[in-house]
């Protein structure tokens, strides 16, 4: 199976009007990416050398541009291409608009890209000339084809075409039309940046062509966008002018024509057999139902999935899952979330869990059909397994496996109806859900960011192992992509990394603040969110852990039911982990690759940590504080944590209420 690469997923709409004509409705610009890693300071030579750039790009461009100004850490790079159809004014105009737009999105960012439907503009301090980016984003029409099979057939026929014109065209732009159907004419055009070789040109095509089917099957039309190249299909002509009147001959497939000759001969013969298929349908359906009304228990039937494929999925049918789940009863019901409810079932006398899709949930089928894909491609012991899906009577349903410990935050929080925790058991967990997360970031077939880690969507099997659930969040990156950027924020406050709470940045850096949430949770017993200001005298679970630190008291945050039955070295490190985690700086957040050997191994030297995200200190300067014990377990041991004498500034954050 080809590698997703994929960094922010969009919709677009078509509105039909009475004469027949397609509108698009979309938002200008389509998207913005302002990559967080390194940014420049105010009126610095960099953002004079960047507005020198932007200047150039806007007012020297014909169809494309390129500059460059300035030397070595100061110089800025820029690139600015217009769709093929665009006339020299028209052109002007849109990058003279994205330039003006990416300076306000990307304020004191390095490196960004902004895309419109008719420009691109893109600069960074690296000089990217010449290099293919085959991450992409999509746009879909939301309307599916007729014919599905012929409608790919033809469509992808008309693109390779296109791909190899605009390759070796001087203007890396090719566009033109194939016959659907007699009356259908499928539209197309494909574009690369002109610094591209003609040969990786006809890559970066490719590999967007090669998209579709992960991104955009069976819809009558789309947009996949990349840094360095773009194609678009729709069954409307949507250049301006002549651009589309590059006519580019059928592909050799059985011809539309030879369908539509059949069409009243069809018609008659359909219309006569109505009634007796009708009849028959009627007499074969009371047949069925008497026949599974019997029946007293169901099975799964293998079928195709609307909308969702992969050999490792079982499809279940609706009236099954009913009869697993006592026709989703109350008493069967083992929780509920933003997503919808979660029942418990047996079928075959294998206990499942089914997770079904609100009418009423804030999400739907786009993170529905996204957590199938992701899920059933992804296999780890500390990930839950997914057994099988159902689309029928338009319920959107998951088949789990079964995981009979509930979830974390149930027996972590529940002190009535939860389970004693014991710290062995904690480190357990702890140590459970870092494997899955760098099972997730680097282990996986596709690169994947949860982005919404938190004790609810960690499930424990009947020996206490964690099982991170619950994929409709999630993104998929690139091998070479770490980070992106989304308008819609999506998560869990208190639990999501101040970069993607305020901004909409995620990385794989936010996973891992969301593990040192967690973390600390699972060491103190006690949510981030239900401290008091006025009672506990801090803001929440980080800025009490990070106090404690400071005033040498940091075993005060163990978990108070623990007594003195933990390893006090232990649950030290855990605590300098989980705050190295959480630290505000992105840089300074290990990657989980590092959590696991700082979990795995006493002998690894941990680095000082900086003051959590939204720290609210209570001394004027805060720095990092450097914590320091023995690997070695002693009655009489003393912790020692003594302010550094670091010269490191912090930036002290306060998040506004939103």
């Not at 190295?580 to 989980?592: G, K, S, W, Y």
């Amino acid at each position: 199976m080809r590698m997703l690469q994929l960094s922010l997923v969009f919709l677009f709409v078509v509105s039909v009007h009475q004469a027949g004509a397609v509108e698009l409705i979309t938002y200008d610009p389509l998207s913005t990416i302002c990559f967080p890693e390194s940014n420049y300071t105010a009126n610095s030579t960099y953002q004079h050398n960047l507005k020198s750039v932007l200047l150039s790009l806007s007012s020297n461009i014909s169809g494309f541009a390129t500059a460059a100004v300035g030397q070595g850490p100061d110089k800025v790079y820029g690139l600015a291409v217009c769709r093929g159809d665009l006339s020299a004014a028209e052109c002007q105009n849109c990058t003279a608009d994205a330039a003006a737009m990416i300076q306000q999105r990307c304020s004191k960012s390095k490196s960004s890209t902004m895309w419109r439907l008719s420009c691109e503009l893109r600069y960074s301090s690296k000089n990217f000339m010449g290099t293919v980016d085959t991450n992409f984003f999509f746009l879909t029409n939301v309307n599916n084809a007729t014919d599905p099979v012929l409608f790919n057939q033809q469509m992808k026929a008309l693109l390779g075409n296109l791909s190899a014109a605009a390759a070796n065209s001087s203007s890396m732009f090719a566009s033109g039309q194939i016959q659907y159907t007699d009356f259908r004419v499928i539209y197309g055009a494909v574009q690369c940046t002109r610094d591209l070789s003609s040969a990786n040109c006809l890559n970066c095509l490719n590999e967007a062509v090669a998209f579709i089917p992960y991104c955009c099957a069976e819809r009558q039309g789309a947009v996949v966008i990349g840094a360095t190249c773009s194609i678009r299909y729709e069954l409307y002509p949507f250049l301006k002018g002549s651009a589309v009147g590059l006519q580019l001959p059928s592909p050799s497939v059985a011809p539309p024509t030879s369908r539509s000759k059949n069409t009243g001969t069809a018609v008659i013969a359909v219309a006569v057999l109505i009634p007796l298929v009708l009849l028959c349908i009627l007499i074969f359906g009371l047949i069925l139902w008497r026949r599974n009304s019997r029946k007293t228990s169901q099975t799964p039937v293998n079928r195709d999935k609307e909308e969702v494929d992969g050999p490792e999925l079982l499809g279940f049918n609706l009236l099954s899952i009913r009869a697993a789940t006592n026709d989703f009863s109350e008493s069967n019901k083992l929780g509920e979330g933003g997503y919808g409810p979660v029942y418990k079932g047996t079928i075959d006398g294998k206990e499942i869990a089914v997770k079904r899709l609100s009418n009423k949930s804030g999400q739907g089928s786009a993170e529905f059909k996204n957590e199938v894909r992701l899920i059933a491609k992804l296999q780890h012991r500390n990930l839950v397994r997914l057994l099988g899906c159902c689309m029928e009577d338009g319920e959107k349903i998951l088949v789990y496996e079964f995981v009979p410990n509930n979830s974390l935050d149930r027996v972590l929080f529940d002190r009535e109806k939860g389970l004693p925790l014991d710290w062995a058991t904690r480190l357990k967990i702890i140590t459970g859900i870092a494997r899955g997360l760098l099972y997730l970031h680097e282990d996986s077939r596709l690169k994947i960011i949860h982005r919404d880690l938190k004790p609810s969507n960690v499930l424990l099997d009947n020996e206490m192992n964690p099982k991170i659930a619950d994929f409709g969040m999630a993104k998929i990156c690139g091998m070479d992509e770490t980070q992106g950027n989304t308008k819609r924020i999506a998560g869990t406050y208190g639990y999501m990394s101040p970069e993607y709470a305020i901004n909409g940045n995620y990385s794989l850096k936010s996973d891992v603040y969301s593990f040192g949430v967690v973390l600390l949770e699972l060491v103190s017993g006690r949510k981030n969110t239900s401290f008091n200001i006025d009672a506990d005298g801090d803001r929440d679970l980080l800025n009490h852990a990070w106090n404690l630190c400071e005033e040498n008291r940091p075993l005060e945050l163990v978990d108070k039911a623990l007594g003195e039955s933990y390893d006090q070295n232990e649950a030290l490190r855990c605590i300098h982990i989980g705050l190295l985690c959480v630290q505000e700086a992105i840089v300074d957040r290990p990657t989980m690759s590092s959590v696991g050997l700082m979990l795995g191994s006493t002998s690894v030297t941990l680095p000082a940590p900086h003051p959590p995200a939204f720290y609210v200190g209570r001394r004027s300067r805060h720095e990092a504080i450097s914590l320091s014990y023995s690997t070695e377990q002693s009655e009489d041991q003393t912790l020692n944590l003594m302010q550094s004498s670091s010269s490191n500034a912090v930036t002290i954050t306060e998040l506004q209420a939103r």
